[in-house]
């Protein structure tokens, strides 16, 4: 089974609207860290924004936030105010474990393209 | 030069040859590491080094071969490859890789084809 889904494989949003970017995960362990990268055109990965499993609040990174719902499993990417330079891959990704039990592996998503249009 | 660069940027190699692909970390950190992008596949973690030591090895083919010679650097030597070698070859690194909180930044990548 997959650990790391994400459903949406692309996306058209209009600029300036806010965007939503699915992921759901699978673990059995109670301590993981979930994070988002963006993947432009040009190839590098950019680190977005991270959330803990006992984080009682969402994070928040300027436009991003992670709408995290852990009975659910889902830790989905919210975009807000979308830009044409939001343009890019995006991809959920794991680690399981926190602190120094913490797995060094990442476990990642197949990635969402997400495409704005003016 | 800041954050983790990567050189080349875009390699065409035959099967027969030998060639490396270069890392380097502006960012202080004690771990490094090398991922393989394929296509419609999710990345792969190939090597992971903490403090210039590999810790992680997945099963990677012998014709990739890493070096890390210091805390900062980090190769991967490529030789007889096949053409499903070909992807993006992404270099990270972070500060603690024990961590649970660690997060890894990476490099622009290395496009690798080969004929």
């Known amino acids: ?118 | 030069e800041t954050g983790v660069t990567q050189t080349p940027r875009h390699l065409v190699m035959g099967m027969t040859n030998k060639k490396s692909l270069k890392c380097e970390q502006h960012l202080g950190h004690n771990a490094m590491y090398w991922y393989k992008q394929s296509a419609k596949k999710p990345l792969e973690l190939m090597f992971v080094y903490s403090l210039e030591e590999r810790v992680e090895n997945n099963s990677v083919p012998s014709r990739f071969s890493p070096e890390c010679p210091n805390s900062s650097h980090l190769f991967l030597h490529l030789h007889t490859l096949q053409p499903e070698d070909s992807a993006l070859y992404l270099c990270a690194s972070s500060q603690d890789p024990g961590g649970g909180t660690d997060t890894q930044y990476f490099g622009p990548g290395t496009r690798l084809t080969v004929l």
């Open chain 1, 1 to 118: 089974a997959q650990k790391i889904t994400q459903t949406q494989p692309g996306m058209f949003v209009q600029e300036k609207e806010a965007v939503t970017l699915d992921c759901t995960y699978d673990t059995s362990d109670q301590s993981y860290g979930l994070f988002w990268y963006k993947q432009p055109s040009s190839g590098e990965m950019i680190f977005l924004i991270y959330q803990g499993s006992y984080d009682e609040q969402n994070a928040t990174e300027g436009r991003y936030s992670l709408n995290f719902q852990k009975a659910r499993k889902s830790a989905n990417l919210v975009i807000s105010a979308s830009q044409l330079g939001d343009s890019a891959m995006y991809f959920c990704a794991m680690r399981e474990g926190q602190g120094w039990d913490s797995n060094y592996q990442l476990i990642w998503g197949a990635g969402t393209k997400l495409i704005i249009k003016p």
